[in-house]
Protein backbone atom coordinates (compact mmCIF):
# COMPACT_ATOMS: atom_id res chain seq x y z
CA UNK A 1 0.00 0.00 0.00
CA UNK A 2 1.35 3.27 -0.52
CA UNK A 3 2.13 5.36 2.04
CA UNK A 4 0.01 8.19 1.40
CA UNK A 5 -2.96 6.33 1.16
CA UNK A 6 -4.57 5.29 4.74
CA UNK A 7 -5.98 1.72 5.38
CA UNK A 8 -9.67 1.32 5.39
CA UNK A 9 -11.18 1.04 8.50
CA UNK A 10 -14.79 -0.13 9.43
CA UNK A 11 -17.16 2.15 11.06
CA UNK A 12 -19.66 0.12 12.77
CA UNK A 13 -22.69 0.98 14.82
CA UNK A 14 -22.91 -0.81 18.27
CA UNK A 15 -25.99 -1.73 20.44
CA UNK A 16 -25.71 -2.71 23.91
CA UNK A 17 -29.27 -4.63 24.21
CA UNK A 18 -31.09 -5.30 27.35
CA UNK A 19 -30.01 -2.36 29.74
CA UNK A 20 -30.55 -4.75 32.38
CA UNK A 21 -28.32 -7.59 31.18
CA UNK A 22 -24.78 -8.12 30.45
CA UNK A 23 -24.60 -5.92 26.97
CA UNK A 24 -23.06 -3.32 28.70
CA UNK A 25 -20.81 -4.97 30.56
CA UNK A 26 -19.62 -6.83 27.70
CA UNK A 27 -19.08 -4.06 25.39
CA UNK A 28 -17.24 -2.38 28.00
CA UNK A 29 -14.52 -5.20 28.37
CA UNK A 30 -13.95 -5.05 24.90
CA UNK A 31 -13.75 -1.53 25.02
CA UNK A 32 -10.42 -1.93 26.94
CA UNK A 33 -8.91 -3.34 23.87
CA UNK A 34 -8.34 -1.35 20.64
CA UNK A 35 -10.41 -2.81 18.12
CA UNK A 36 -10.08 -3.58 14.40
CA UNK A 37 -13.09 -0.92 13.66
CA UNK A 38 -14.39 2.41 14.88
CA UNK A 39 -17.29 1.90 16.97
CA UNK A 40 -20.18 4.00 17.59
CA UNK A 41 -22.56 3.41 20.78
CA UNK A 42 -26.06 4.23 19.80
CA UNK A 43 -27.19 3.76 23.66
CA UNK A 44 -27.22 5.67 26.94
CA UNK A 45 -24.37 7.30 28.48
CA UNK A 46 -25.44 7.16 31.87
CA UNK A 47 -26.17 3.36 31.80
CA UNK A 48 -22.50 3.34 30.68
CA UNK A 49 -21.26 5.31 32.80
CA UNK A 50 -23.06 3.49 35.99
CA UNK A 51 -22.40 -0.19 34.82
CA UNK A 52 -18.35 1.11 34.36
CA UNK A 53 -18.68 2.25 38.21
CA UNK A 54 -20.14 -1.07 38.93
CA UNK A 55 -17.33 -3.34 37.11
CA UNK A 56 -14.37 -0.42 38.00
CA UNK A 57 -13.53 0.37 34.80
CA UNK A 58 -12.35 3.91 33.50
CA UNK A 59 -13.91 4.96 30.60
CA UNK A 60 -14.01 8.32 28.19
CA UNK A 61 -17.04 9.12 26.48
CA UNK A 62 -16.69 11.48 22.98
CA UNK A 63 -19.96 12.39 22.39
CA UNK A 64 -21.69 12.35 18.77
CA UNK A 65 -24.84 15.12 18.32
CA UNK A 66 -24.74 14.85 14.40
CA UNK A 67 -23.70 11.42 12.99
CA UNK A 68 -23.84 12.03 9.42
CA UNK A 69 -21.85 15.10 10.33
CA UNK A 70 -19.06 12.97 12.10
CA UNK A 71 -18.73 10.43 9.61
CA UNK A 72 -18.55 12.54 6.51
CA UNK A 73 -15.06 14.17 8.55
CA UNK A 74 -12.66 15.03 5.58
CA UNK A 75 -9.51 13.39 8.20
CA UNK A 76 -10.30 9.25 8.02
CA UNK A 77 -11.81 8.09 11.26
CA UNK A 78 -9.20 6.04 13.24
CA UNK A 79 -9.83 2.31 14.95
CA UNK A 80 -11.33 2.77 18.52
CA UNK A 81 -8.20 3.09 21.32
CA UNK A 82 -9.00 1.39 24.75
CA UNK A 83 -10.94 3.23 26.77
CA UNK A 84 -12.40 5.76 24.24
CA UNK A 85 -15.73 5.09 23.54
CA UNK A 86 -17.83 7.25 20.77
CA UNK A 87 -21.39 7.47 21.43
CA UNK A 88 -24.45 8.83 19.60
CA UNK A 89 -26.63 9.60 22.99
CA UNK A 90 -30.29 7.99 23.62
CA UNK A 91 -32.16 8.51 26.78
CA UNK A 92 -33.00 6.35 29.40
CA UNK A 93 -35.99 7.27 30.95
CA UNK A 94 -35.99 5.23 34.46
CA UNK A 95 -32.94 4.03 36.44
CA UNK A 96 -31.65 0.59 35.03
CA UNK A 97 -30.76 -1.82 38.01
CA UNK A 98 -28.51 -5.09 36.86
CA UNK A 99 -30.35 -8.43 36.80
CA UNK A 100 -34.13 -6.58 36.98
CA UNK A 101 -35.92 -6.20 33.87
CA UNK A 102 -38.01 -3.09 33.65
CA UNK A 103 -41.04 -2.89 30.75
CA UNK A 104 -40.24 1.36 31.08
CA UNK A 105 -36.63 0.31 29.15
CA UNK A 106 -38.15 -1.42 26.04
CA UNK A 107 -38.60 2.24 24.05
CA UNK A 108 -35.00 2.80 24.61
CA UNK A 109 -33.91 -0.68 23.58
CA UNK A 110 -36.37 -0.63 19.79
CA UNK A 111 -34.89 3.24 19.54
CA UNK A 112 -31.22 2.44 19.85
CA UNK A 113 -31.49 -0.81 17.62
CA UNK A 114 -33.46 1.47 14.85
CA UNK A 115 -30.95 3.86 14.79
CA UNK A 116 -28.24 1.65 14.63
CA UNK A 117 -29.70 0.45 11.44
CA UNK A 118 -30.91 3.64 9.98
CA UNK A 119 -26.94 4.51 10.13
CA UNK A 120 -26.02 1.64 8.26
CA UNK A 121 -28.70 1.98 5.66
CA UNK A 122 -27.66 5.63 5.19
CA UNK A 123 -24.25 4.54 4.63
CA UNK A 124 -22.95 6.19 7.89
CA UNK A 125 -21.52 2.97 9.36
CA UNK A 126 -20.44 0.20 7.20
CA UNK A 127 -21.94 -2.57 9.59
CA UNK A 128 -23.57 -3.13 12.66
CA UNK A 129 -23.07 -5.31 15.55
CA UNK A 130 -25.91 -5.80 18.45
CA UNK A 131 -26.01 -6.74 22.15
CA UNK A 132 -28.35 -9.33 23.00
CA UNK A 133 -32.10 -8.37 23.99
CA UNK A 134 -34.95 -9.90 25.73
CA UNK A 135 -37.86 -11.08 23.54
CA UNK A 136 -40.16 -11.63 26.67
CA UNK A 137 -39.78 -7.95 27.76
CA UNK A 138 -39.83 -6.13 24.81
CA UNK A 139 -42.99 -8.34 23.53
CA UNK A 140 -44.82 -7.20 26.84
CA UNK A 141 -43.95 -3.31 25.47
CA UNK A 142 -44.98 -4.20 21.93
CA UNK A 143 -47.20 -7.08 20.97
CA UNK A 144 -45.98 -7.72 17.74
CA UNK A 145 -42.73 -7.82 18.37
CA UNK A 146 -41.11 -10.98 17.52
CA UNK A 147 -37.15 -10.44 17.15
CA UNK A 148 -34.33 -8.42 16.47
CA UNK A 149 -34.19 -10.09 13.18
CA UNK A 150 -37.94 -8.92 12.74
CA UNK A 151 -37.58 -5.63 13.19
CA UNK A 152 -34.32 -4.85 10.95
CA UNK A 153 -35.28 -6.60 8.29
CA UNK A 154 -38.88 -4.74 8.12
CA UNK A 155 -36.57 -1.85 8.54
CA UNK A 156 -34.37 -2.73 5.35
CA UNK A 157 -37.99 -3.56 3.55
CA UNK A 158 -36.74 -7.12 3.20
CA UNK A 159 -39.42 -9.99 3.82
CA UNK A 160 -38.52 -11.38 7.12
CA UNK A 161 -39.17 -14.86 6.14
CA UNK A 162 -36.80 -14.22 3.35
CA UNK A 163 -33.98 -13.48 5.99
CA UNK A 164 -31.97 -16.02 7.59
CA UNK A 165 -29.92 -16.56 10.72
CA UNK A 166 -25.89 -17.63 10.39
CA UNK A 167 -23.43 -19.12 12.81
CA UNK A 168 -20.51 -17.97 12.16
CA UNK A 169 -16.88 -19.16 14.06
CA UNK A 170 -13.47 -20.36 12.88
CA UNK A 171 -14.52 -23.69 12.56
CA UNK A 172 -17.73 -23.23 10.92
CA UNK A 173 -20.58 -21.21 9.15
CA UNK A 174 -23.56 -22.34 9.31
CA UNK A 175 -27.25 -21.10 7.80
CA UNK A 176 -30.21 -21.83 9.57
CA UNK A 177 -32.98 -21.60 6.86
CA UNK A 178 -36.42 -21.43 9.42
CA UNK A 179 -36.11 -18.36 12.10
CA UNK A 180 -37.40 -18.58 15.45
CA UNK A 181 -40.85 -21.48 14.40
CA UNK A 182 -41.93 -23.89 16.68
CA UNK A 183 -41.09 -27.64 15.46
CA UNK A 184 -44.85 -28.55 14.21
CA UNK A 185 -44.34 -25.44 11.84
CA UNK A 186 -40.82 -26.27 10.43
CA UNK A 187 -42.15 -28.59 7.52
CA UNK A 188 -45.05 -26.50 6.26
CA UNK A 189 -42.63 -23.31 6.08
CA UNK A 190 -40.34 -25.30 4.01
CA UNK A 191 -41.88 -24.19 0.17
CA UNK A 192 -39.87 -24.65 -2.89
CA UNK A 193 -39.78 -21.49 -3.41
CA UNK A 194 -38.66 -20.69 0.38
CA UNK A 195 -36.25 -23.41 -0.13
CA UNK A 196 -34.53 -22.37 -3.53
CA UNK A 197 -34.18 -18.52 -1.69
CA UNK A 198 -32.55 -19.78 0.85
CA UNK A 199 -30.06 -22.05 -0.53
CA UNK A 200 -28.66 -19.29 -3.53
CA UNK A 201 -28.85 -16.70 -0.42
CA UNK A 202 -26.82 -18.71 2.03
CA UNK A 203 -24.37 -19.51 -0.81
CA UNK A 204 -23.84 -15.86 -2.20
CA UNK A 205 -23.52 -14.28 1.17
CA UNK A 206 -20.64 -16.99 1.60
CA UNK A 207 -18.97 -15.53 -1.36
CA UNK A 208 -19.73 -11.83 -0.97
CA UNK A 209 -18.96 -11.86 2.81
CA UNK A 210 -16.45 -14.20 2.70
CA UNK A 211 -14.20 -14.17 -0.68
CA UNK A 212 -14.96 -17.77 -1.25
CA UNK A 213 -15.64 -17.84 -5.41
CA UNK A 214 -16.92 -21.31 -5.53
CA UNK A 215 -18.75 -22.18 -1.56
CA UNK A 216 -18.60 -25.38 -0.66
CA UNK A 217 -21.97 -26.15 0.97
CA UNK A 218 -22.92 -29.06 3.47
CA UNK A 219 -27.30 -29.22 3.05
CA UNK A 220 -28.59 -31.69 5.42
CA UNK A 221 -31.87 -33.18 5.29
CA UNK A 222 -34.75 -32.22 7.40
CA UNK A 223 -35.86 -35.71 8.98
CA UNK A 224 -33.77 -38.34 10.51
CA UNK A 225 -31.16 -39.72 7.90
CA UNK A 226 -32.13 -37.67 5.40
CA UNK A 227 -35.78 -39.38 5.01
CA UNK A 228 -34.18 -42.56 4.32
CA UNK A 229 -35.58 -42.39 0.78
CA UNK A 230 -39.13 -41.54 1.83
CA UNK A 231 -38.97 -43.95 4.70
CA UNK A 232 -38.45 -41.38 7.43
CA UNK A 233 -41.29 -38.17 5.78
CA UNK A 234 -41.47 -36.96 2.28
CA UNK A 235 -39.85 -33.83 2.61
CA UNK A 236 -36.62 -34.64 1.47
CA UNK A 237 -38.25 -36.28 -1.26
CA UNK A 238 -40.71 -33.85 -2.63
CA UNK A 239 -39.31 -30.39 -1.66
CA UNK A 240 -35.87 -30.43 -0.92
CA UNK A 241 -34.22 -32.88 -3.58
CA UNK A 242 -36.14 -31.25 -6.45
CA UNK A 243 -34.84 -28.00 -5.53
CA UNK A 244 -31.19 -29.19 -5.12
CA UNK A 245 -31.20 -30.81 -8.49
CA UNK A 246 -32.69 -27.22 -10.39
CA UNK A 247 -30.04 -25.22 -8.17
CA UNK A 248 -27.20 -27.90 -9.46
CA UNK A 249 -28.28 -27.14 -13.00
CA UNK A 250 -28.69 -23.66 -13.30
CA UNK A 251 -26.50 -22.18 -10.32
CA UNK A 252 -23.10 -24.28 -11.07
CA UNK A 253 -20.91 -22.02 -9.47
CA UNK A 254 -22.44 -23.11 -5.61
CA UNK A 255 -21.50 -26.72 -5.09
CA UNK A 256 -24.14 -28.39 -2.88
CA UNK A 257 -23.51 -31.87 -1.17
CA UNK A 258 -25.75 -34.73 -1.65
CA UNK A 259 -28.22 -34.92 1.35
CA UNK A 260 -26.54 -35.52 4.36
CA UNK A 261 -28.36 -36.91 7.42
CA UNK A 262 -28.51 -34.52 9.89
CA UNK A 263 -27.02 -37.01 12.75
CA UNK A 264 -23.71 -37.19 10.84
CA UNK A 265 -23.48 -34.25 9.49
CA UNK A 266 -21.40 -31.93 11.94
CA UNK A 267 -18.42 -34.94 11.89
CA UNK A 268 -15.26 -33.47 12.12
CA UNK A 269 -14.46 -34.73 8.25
CA UNK A 270 -17.18 -32.62 6.98
CA UNK A 271 -16.39 -29.22 8.67
CA UNK A 272 -12.97 -29.80 6.80
CA UNK A 273 -14.58 -30.90 3.45
CA UNK A 274 -17.69 -27.98 3.37
CA UNK A 275 -16.95 -24.07 3.21
CA UNK A 276 -20.57 -23.93 5.75
CA UNK A 277 -23.57 -26.11 5.93
CA UNK A 278 -27.53 -25.59 5.54
CA UNK A 279 -29.76 -26.90 8.56
CA UNK A 280 -33.56 -26.12 7.91
CA UNK A 281 -34.52 -25.36 11.66
CA UNK A 282 -32.95 -24.01 14.99
CA UNK A 283 -31.98 -26.96 17.18
CA UNK A 284 -30.98 -28.85 14.31
CA UNK A 285 -27.55 -26.75 13.78
CA UNK A 286 -27.87 -24.86 16.81
CA UNK A 287 -27.18 -27.75 19.20
CA UNK A 288 -24.27 -29.10 17.32
CA UNK A 289 -22.80 -25.68 16.92
CA UNK A 290 -22.68 -24.46 20.38
CA UNK A 291 -21.49 -27.83 21.89
CA UNK A 292 -18.44 -27.40 19.64
CA UNK A 293 -17.82 -23.41 19.39
CA UNK A 294 -19.31 -21.83 22.86
CA UNK A 295 -18.30 -18.38 22.89
CA UNK A 296 -15.78 -18.22 20.05
CA UNK A 297 -18.68 -17.59 17.36
CA UNK A 298 -21.16 -14.82 16.64
CA UNK A 299 -23.87 -15.04 14.56
CA UNK A 300 -25.04 -13.03 11.36
CA UNK A 301 -28.01 -12.11 9.38
CA UNK A 302 -27.86 -13.45 5.88
CA UNK A 303 -29.93 -12.20 2.63
CA UNK A 304 -29.98 -8.01 4.16
CA UNK A 305 -28.64 -5.26 2.46
CA UNK A 306 -26.89 -4.59 5.16
CA UNK A 307 -24.23 -6.63 7.75
CA UNK A 308 -25.51 -7.42 10.83
CA UNK A 309 -23.77 -9.48 13.67
CA UNK A 310 -24.70 -10.36 17.46
CA UNK A 311 -23.37 -12.38 19.83
CA UNK A 312 -24.81 -15.75 19.84
CA UNK A 313 -26.00 -15.72 23.73
CA UNK A 314 -29.00 -13.88 25.55
CA UNK A 315 -28.57 -11.44 28.28
CA UNK A 316 -27.51 -13.93 31.28
CA UNK A 317 -29.58 -11.25 33.73
CA UNK A 318 -28.12 -13.27 36.92
CA UNK A 319 -24.30 -11.83 35.55
CA UNK A 320 -25.46 -8.51 34.72
CA UNK A 321 -22.72 -5.98 37.26
CA UNK A 322 -20.78 -8.38 38.61
CA UNK A 323 -17.54 -9.19 35.91
CA UNK A 324 -18.42 -12.51 35.55
CA UNK A 325 -19.60 -12.01 31.88
CA UNK A 326 -17.74 -13.41 29.18
CA UNK A 327 -16.69 -10.74 26.27
CA UNK A 328 -15.58 -13.54 23.81
CA UNK A 329 -18.75 -13.57 21.62
CA UNK A 330 -19.25 -9.51 21.33
CA UNK A 331 -15.36 -9.27 20.36
CA UNK A 332 -16.11 -11.89 18.09
CA UNK A 333 -18.93 -10.13 16.43
CA UNK A 334 -17.15 -7.14 16.23
CA UNK A 335 -13.93 -8.93 14.56
CA UNK A 336 -16.45 -10.24 12.14
CA UNK A 337 -18.28 -7.57 11.32
CA UNK A 338 -15.07 -5.61 10.67
CA UNK A 339 -13.49 -8.48 8.46
CA UNK A 340 -16.57 -8.83 6.20
CA UNK A 341 -16.66 -5.10 6.12
CA UNK A 342 -13.19 -5.02 4.40
CA UNK A 343 -13.91 -7.98 2.47
CA UNK A 344 -16.72 -6.00 0.87
CA UNK A 345 -14.79 -3.31 -0.35
Known amino acids: ?48 LQRASNLGLDIKLNYIDDIAAYTASAEP ?36 LRQATD ?20 RQYDHVFIDQTHLISEQCKTEYHHVMMGFISEGMKLGVATLHEPIHKVSKLLTPELVKHKMLSFGRDLRTFFQIEQPKIGLLGLNPHAGENGLIGLEEQNIILPCLEEIKKNHPDYIFSELLAPDSAFMSINRTKYDGFLCWYHD ?43 AGSFQYAINLASTITKNMQ
Not at 88 to 107: C, D, F, K, R
Not at 132 to 137: F, N, Q, R
Open 284 to 326: QGLGPFKTLYEQNAATILFGLPLVRTSVDHGTALPLAGTDKAD
Open 77 to 112: LEPSKPFDINIVPIPLTHLVEPGQLSVHHSAYVLEA
Open 1 to 48: MPANIQPFTPILAITLGEPAGIGPDIFLKVAQSAQPAHLIVFGSPDLL
Open 119 to 138: ACLLNYCHAMTTGPVHKTIL
